[in-house]
């Protein structure tokens, strides 16, 4: 099971790229796909997706060429839009009806699969509420049992914890970790925490281009021995913003204790392990000042 990504590039209107230059390959496992909000994650998901074709480049799914057989992906394709929209007056088990014969699979097998799904995404005790009246998190995890109806062997979820509290987040989570096994899971987010708790991979995306490609091990190795704590007076942080690149403050009763991550530690700072936030803010420095990763 293999997805191939090669040098794929979206163009919109007049020089454009929303995508340029995007190379990437993935077997089984989550990869995280990380990014700040307009990097490109949607676009890129939506092309594997077959929903908008490339300006340029190809992608193959287990060897086969995307744009000459869409269907190739198609028929073993779960897929969370950011924006998933559900119709308010059905309850869960109608709108996932309505959403199995859409995707052609037999009355009886759908059934079936959606009383397994309900129990999976913990939905089996409102599944005759109407839809309307579910939280956010019910809302995403419905999303998840109708992008896995078809038992997907590629399952794509954007942006699935926008929005969502701390629990639900972590529900979420969870769920996605369990349902990897012998599939890949691509899950786009700008949410470092998301990755971190779930990527086996993680793929980082800034202004349409790879910017690492690596496993959260070699991430954070990039960055050993690059992260300091630092204690400075309140109105000294300002100035030090300026100076360094700080991926975390926190208030304390002696000042305030600053993340830095830099070749050579501020005066008084301490190493300290290093963090994916760590690693990712690095990479991202580096990218925009176009030095080498």
Known sequence: ??????????????????????????????LGLLGPNGAGKTTLMSIIATITRPTEGTLHWNGSELAKD?????????????DFGVYP?????????????????????????????????NLSDVRKRPLGSYSGGMKQRIGIA??????????????????????????????LSELSGERIVILSTHIVSDVEATATDIALISQGSLVAHASPEELLRMVEGKVWEWVLPSAELPAARQSYLISNTMHRADGIHARVVAQSPPPQAAPVPPTLEDAYLFCMSRHRAGATI
């Open 1 to 30: 099971m293999e997805l191939q990504i090669e040098r794929v590039g979206k163009r919109y209107s007049g020089d454009k790229w929303a995508l340029r230059d995007f190379s990437l390959k993935m077997g089984p496992g989550i």
């Open 70 to 82: 869409p269907n190739a992906i198609r028929t073993v394709l779960g897929y969370l839009p950011q």
């Open 89 to 121: 007056n059905l309850n869960a088990v109608e709108f996932l009806e309505y959403l199995a014969a859409v995707k052609g699979l037999a009355a009886t097998a759908a059934r079936r699969r959606i009383e397994e799904l309900l129990d999976l995404v």
């Open 146 to 175: 109708q992008a896995l109806l078809n038992d997907p062997q590629l399952l794509i979820v954007d942006e699935p914890t926008a929005g969502l509290d701390p629990e639900e987040r972590v529900r979420f989570r969870n769920l």
